[in-house]
């Protein structure tokens, strides 16, 4: 008996058909179907992928709103103590409807320490640039501040005074003051900063922005699209708009 069960082992189990276990026809369609499923949404998954790839090549980088940002904090921390030029005794600050020059103690450059800097903006409507540059203030040589205010922005690098350039299709700024009922395409008094000052400016997305920014005053106030497209190059006010009687803003 012993020598039989040796010479017949065991045989393996079968199913009820007779054959042993494996994946039936159904199965395997059922999960040629799921890869071709998976596959198809890879693939859109892909060629969206790719089309928005190629449609923000070639697009160059907007950095209007930082710049925008940048005014609003240096116009917040403007600093309106009297610098002596000659004989005459007033603040710094020149605004005119592609520029504007003030004295600020928020410094990009860092390189201060808490001291002030006179900063400038000079937007070129050739080039769609805005040039930025500023220089550290000292009161007591206020020659180099009005060469300064007075010369051309420059991006050489051999020069002491280096201006940075960021391209606007389009750059505006207006003025008030206390008591202004409209917006001046500049600013004439050199005895008062302006309470209010209106930056309209058009960014790579080719639509039109404009915040009213406080001298002195860390909120700015959106302005509407129509009082922004009203903020054109040589108009006097903002249809609608303007400053209130107290310094109040646009509504």
């Known amino acids: 008996m012993a020598e039989r069960r040796l010479k017949n082992p065991p045989r393996p189990p079968c199913n009820k058909r007779g054959s042993t276990s494996g994946f039936t026809l159904i199965e395997l369609i059922i999960a040629t179907a799921i890869c071709a499923l998976v596959m198809g949404i890879l693939s859109v998954c892909f060629s969206f992928a790719l089309r928005v790839w190629q449609s923000t090549q070639g697009q160059k980088p907007d950095f209007s709103f930082q710049v925008a940002e940048l005014i609003k904090r240096q116009l917040a921390e403007c600093d309106p103590t009297p610098i002596r030029f000659a004989e005459t005794l007033h603040p710094v600050f020149i605004g005119q409807p592609d520029s504007i020059a003030f004295i600020t103690t928020h410094s990009v450059k860092a390189i201060s320490q808490g001291v002030p800097v006179v900063v400038r903006y000079t937007y070129d409507s050739n080039s769609k640039v805005l ?98 497209a009203g903020a054109v190059p040589g108009s006097g006010a903002v249809p609608g708009g303007g400053a209130m009687p107290g310094g109040g803003g646009v509504p």
């Open 131 to 228: 040039n930025y540059s500023e220089l550290l203030l000292d009161p007591y040589h206020t020659k180099s501040i009005e060469k300064f205010l007075e010369g051309k922005a420059s991006q050489k690098k051999e020069t002491q005074i280096r201006s940075y350039g960021v391209e606007f299709p389009e750059f505006v700024l207006a003025y008030a003051g206390k008591e202004s009922k409209e917006f001046l395409p500049t600013w004439e008094s050199a005895d008062t900063l302006p309470v209010e000052v209106l930056l309209r400016w058009k960014g790579q997305d080719s639509r039109v922005h404009a915040q009213l920014l406080m001298t002195n005053t860390p909120f700015p106030i959106e302005v509407s699209k129509a009082q922004a």
